[in-house]
């Protein structure tokens, strides 16, 4: 696409584009056009172009396409983090079934399976999950300007 009063040369990747010429490719962009940005927010749904483009969604509704937008980005976002793993997984692979785990913590099974599949869980609760198979928990911040993800220092859990 060519961005009028826009300087960039033909080829620049979607992730090296500024607000200003993000917001013209969703305004006036095709799907031609925008599967490369779609691409580039599927690998990285966290990252500083997908931030950018919900924040241009929000500010400025574009043609109903804003809302897809952010859905979609939501949608990738509440997929687990590339290189994770998920609760069920972690579990799975120390052998233990939903029923076990859950005699473990004390709770029901489904409540272990609802457990599983929530995207929103306290610290604590990880940290008990953990403990139930068997497992350590680390926690580690990724930020923009760090080159490798960083374990984050925890006060102790109080049992």
């Known amino acids: 696409m060519e961005f009028r009063n826009l300087d960039y040369p033909p080829g620049t990747p979607v992730t090296g584009l500024g607000p200003a010429a993000l917001e013209a490719l969703l305004d006036r962009g095709d799907l031609e056009e925008w599967a490369p940005l779609a691409r580039a927010i599927a690998d990285d749904p966290r990252g ?6 919900v924040r241009l969604c929000e500010a400025h509704p574009m043609y109903g396409t804003s809302a897809l937008w952010c859905a979609w980005i939501e949608r ?3 997929r687990p983090h590339p290189g994770g793993t998920t609760l069920a997984e972690a579990r799975v692979r ?9 005699e473990r913590l004390g709770i029901r099974q489904s409540d272990v399976s609802k457990l599983e ?3 929103d869980v306290l610290l604590s ?3 008990a999950y953990a ?3 068997g497992a350590r928990l680390h926690v580690t911040l ?3 300007a760090d080159d490798q993800p ?9 049992d």
């Not at 500083?48 to 483009?53: H, M, Q, R, S």
């Not at 120390?94 to 859950?102: K, N």
């Open 94 to 102: 120390a052998g233990l079934t939903q029923t076990e785990v859950g």
């Open 125 to 127: 609760t990880l940290r």
């Open 76 to 78: 990738r976002r509440g």
């Open 48 to 53: 500083v172009t997908a931030d950018t483009v």
């Open 150 to 158: 960083r374990p984050v220092v925890l006060p102790p859990a109080r």
């Open 142 to 144: 990724e930020g923009p």
């Open 131 to 133: 403990r139930a198979i």
């Open 117 to 119: 599949r929530r995207s």
